[in-house]
């Protein structure tokens, strides 16, 4: 629980000498308990003194860590419950699940779908970052086998090692520690021996207990025993159920500030249908509210590129609006003949362009004025994307010194803008182009055949 | 120390607001599918779109499922409702466009006739492009289904006077508010139409809507905003059922219009088409939606499978 400003002051060694910019350990000591400094500043304090005050200004919510190298992840740390109120900071990610207990066709062609889905949208890779493996066979060696197979096939996987039977665990920890796996199947029986191993091997561990009363005991005993790298399950498998289980665990964090359950939270979209559509509806909720870890059966681009967009959107941070330096941008081998686009400095709409300009192996620039950062219509609609800011553009980034063309292509949702932007450019012509981006490689392919 | 479940209270209720015969929406008094806090309302209805006009602009997979009713209306409703059997139909009068075919709004009144005698199913009535056109042909069609109690999508700020005095007072339908994506814009316009003299619980609102990945998490967070201030606050301004159409959105964007020659690598465009609608329409449902509208078969059964396992 967080302590007030008194209590801290008697963690603080009162000496009152200044060091730490302040006037005097009471002074601190007030500023440390808003949170507006950090303890650090204060020379003189002891560690135990140091561990308590961590302990009372830690944030309602964990943030935890799995993978390594390139593949290392942060889940959890949020602190709101509804992004507008500050923004949530650390994505969910997602998982594909594989079993001992499938036959190899089907591991073969998971495998080959978890590689096939890996693309860039607005500049974030995009691919499933963890394999998650079920023990069911208790046998040892095919476990391993299993795993040893996937994660060779499958470079960019982090490993989710489930099972409840610790001796299958270390040995599957020991093998594949160093990817830096999730331990998962920590229960009331064997949380010991499953707290010792991820101690060891410095391991998220998922927690499961069968519902949230259990859970809830359950890490409080897990916390007793000095541990604190936790991924929550409060054992629903249904949709609804777990629902419950991503709103109240999140609520009991942060309204409640009950750090027992300050973690983040898996939920197993697997479980809760066969159906790939119906896997994809589950996953959109839990991106929202509130999982960090989504578990799907299988993975391909009809349910990837939905959800690894809303999850992209969902986790902008709304205090620092995505937007693109101003400036004429050269796409592939351009040359003063090339066509001349414009569009706005929102990052998203940029980045969509000019993907597709690219796509077109049609060499050409795109110029962007200052357009408030907004999107082509929200730009528009402000009055920010007109004649006025696109001629100013090309005055400024002296557009008709570089080039020879005096043809602009112009977004097709601002067709209006046509005689405005004429108005302002003498000697240009506006050529409207497309509505959408994704039609604009056939247009910019025909519209280069016009010229030439 | 035994768990403690947080309680979270609510002062505020949506109101309920009843389409058509019998189709009721929204009345909840908890943040969306919350059931755990308390009354979770009416069930979330799924509409399904059609045309006026034969949709050759949409996807070739989804016209394929449609082709050999979409040139009738009428055709089309009863096809979708005796085959997916959706809450609604959603008839968009895309023919009115002044871009288009200029449908004048007496010929638009006259389909809607047609459509609404021969279906069983509320209607929810959607215009074209052009607002000022829209506010036209709104007129004609709500005189044409007087006090029928569909629903008019949409008035916005350039046009809420002509829809609102036509639709809301002289015909005793339903209108739909629709802003930009602005908590502010949806309250000033929900009171300019009650300040019309519509009732509260005879008009539902459209905050605005895009599809997943396309500034998508403003859509969320207005939704977000305008139901806590509804629920936490008691704002009964904001206390409107929200209706998203989904698929005017989702059915544009690149995952959905790139065919397999486009986009080899991403396999079955229909599949991407269909999953982008689905994500779209749960998300909006996630953000507190009381319906939303759909065009894929496919999106419908998964979605209406989707509400019916959280509210049930
Ligand atoms: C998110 C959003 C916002 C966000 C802004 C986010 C941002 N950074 O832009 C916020 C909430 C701030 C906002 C505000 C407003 N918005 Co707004 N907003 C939207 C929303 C929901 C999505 C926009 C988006 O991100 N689109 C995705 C991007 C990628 O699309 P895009 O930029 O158009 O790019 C595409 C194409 O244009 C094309 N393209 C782009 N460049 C080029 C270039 C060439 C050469 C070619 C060929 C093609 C091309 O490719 C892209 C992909 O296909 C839309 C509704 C919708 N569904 O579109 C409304 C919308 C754009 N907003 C609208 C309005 C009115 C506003 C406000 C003016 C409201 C107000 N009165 O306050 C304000 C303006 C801001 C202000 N006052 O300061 C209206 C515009 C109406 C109109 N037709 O003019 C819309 C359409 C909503 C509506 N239906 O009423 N908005
Ligand atoms: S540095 Fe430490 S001891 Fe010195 S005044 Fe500040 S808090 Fe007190």
Known sequence: MALNGMQIYKLLPQKNCKECGFPTCLAFAMKLAQGNVEAEKCPYMSDDAKAKLSEATAPPMRTVKFGAGDFEYALGGETVLFR??????????????????????????????????????ISEEMHVEIA????????????????????????????????????IAEEAVRQFGDKGPILFGANDQNYEAMVNLAKDHKLLLGV????????????????????????????????????????????????????????????????????????LACATLFVEKYASIIVLSDIDYSIALPLFALRQNIFTDPQRPMRIEQGIYKIGAADEESPLLVTVDFALTYFIVSGEVERSKVPAWILIPDAGGYSVLTAWAAGKFNGKSIAKAVKEFEVENKLKTRELIIPGKVAVLKADIEDELPGWKVVVGTEEAATLTNFLRNYKQAAS | MAYKMPVQKYSGKINEVTIGNGLKLGGESVLPFYSFDGDIGNKPAIGMEIWDIYPES??????????????????????????????????????????????????????????????????????????????????????????????????????????????????GNIVAAES?????????????????????????????????????????????RIRLAALQQNDTTLQVPMILPVSFETWKVKESVATEDDAPEWGSQEERAVGMEISTAVGVLGAGANAVILRHPRSVEVVRNFINQMTE
């Open chain 2, 180 to 224: 930009s994506v602005d908590l502010n814009l949806a309250k000033q316009l929900n009171i300019l139409i009650t300040q019309l003299g519509i009732k509260p619980d005879r008009m539902v609102m459209d905050p605005g809507c895009s599809a997943v990945g396309y500034g998508f998490e403003y859509v969320v967070t207005t939704m977000d």
């Open chain 1, 84 to 121: 507008h109120e500050k923004t949530f900071v650390n994505r969910p990610r997602f998982a594909v699940m594989f079993s001992d207990a499938m036959s190899s066709d089907e591991v073969d062609r998971k495998i080959k779908n978890v590689n096939e889905v890996n693309y860039t949208r």
């Open chain 2, 58 to 171: 949409w996807p070739k997979c989804l016209q394929e499922i449609f082709k050999d009713v979409a040139d009738d209306p009428a055709k089309w409703a009863n096809f979708c409702i005796y085959n997916y059997s959706p809450d609604f139909i959603c008839l968009k009068f895309e023919g009115a466009s002044p871009d288009g075919l200029d449908r004048s709004p007496e010929e638009c009144a006259e389909i809607a006739k047609k459509v609404a005698e021969s279906v069983s199913v509320p209607l929810v009535i959607a215009g074209c492009q052009s607002n000022e056109k829209n506010a036209k042909v709104f007129t004609k069609v709500a005189e044409a289904l007087a006090d029928k109690n569909f629903v008019f999508l949409s008035a916005v700020e350039s046009n809420y006077k002509e829809v609102g005095a036509a639709v809301g007072m002289a015909y």
């Open chain 1, 208 to 279: 499961t207990a069968a519902g949230k009363e259990k859970l809830y005991e359950l890490v409080e005993k897990i916390q007793k025993a000095g541990y604190k790298e936790l991924l929550l399950d409060a054992g629903s498998r249904n949709l609804k159920g777990t629902f419950d289980d991503m709103i109240n665990i999140r609520r009991t964090a942060l309204l409640s500030g009950d750090r027992t359950f300050g973690y983040p939270t898996v939920a197993f979209v697997c479980d809760m249908a066969q159906d790939k559509m119906m896997q």
């Open chain 1, 132 to 167: 998650a493996f079920k023990c069911e066979r208790e046998d040892k060696d095919a476990f391993i086998s299993l795993i040893k197979k996937v994660t060779d096939s499958c470079p960019k996987v982090v490993p989710m090692i489930m099972t409840e039977n610790t001796e």
